[in-house]
């Protein structure tokens, strides 16, 4: 019912910016809650920003606040990631998720839909 493609992805060095981007399909996005989740080898999938429907409320995990900002644009049926001052602790593969019931922004098994993933990965 959803899909969602992921993007914005690389290899950079330490200190540097990416964004990341999620297009969504199939549903009417404005309609759910979206987030993002980061997993790296050998580790459970782990939050790091989730956003409203409306985009009026905004969460992150401790690791990455002051340095990522998560965003919408429903027109586009859009999510970004932008990461700044990236640090080797930051490379994982990134997934966007959407919510549709509820909003248990933080726990990763509540989302209801995931798209395919973009790997980041910071080199010191």
């Known amino acids: 019912q959803v899909q969602l493609v992921e993007s914005g992805g690389g290899l950079v060095q330490a200190g540097s910016s990416l964004r990341l981007s999620c297009v969504a399909s199939?549903?009417?996005?404005?309609?759910?809650?979206m987030g993002w989740f980061r997993q790296a080898p050998g580790k459970e999938r782990e939050f790091v920003a989730a956003?409203?429907?409306?985009?009026?409320?905004?969460f992150y995990a401790d690791s990455v606040k002051g340095r990522f900002t998560i965003s919408r644009d429903n027109a586009k049926r859009t999510v970004y990631l932008q990461m700044n001052r990236l640090k080797p602790e930051d490379t994982a593969v990134y997934y966007c998720?959407?919510?549709?019931?509820?909003?248990?922004?933080?726990?990763?098994?509540?989302?209801?839909?995931w798209g395919q993933g973009t790997q980041v990965t910071v080199s010191s």
């Open positions: 199939g549903r009417t996005f404005s309609t759910f809650g």
């Open positions: 956003i409203s429907t409306g985009g009026g409320s905004t």
């Open positions: 998720g959407v919510q549709v019931t509820g909003w248990a922004y933080r726990q990763a098994e509540r989302y209801d839909y």
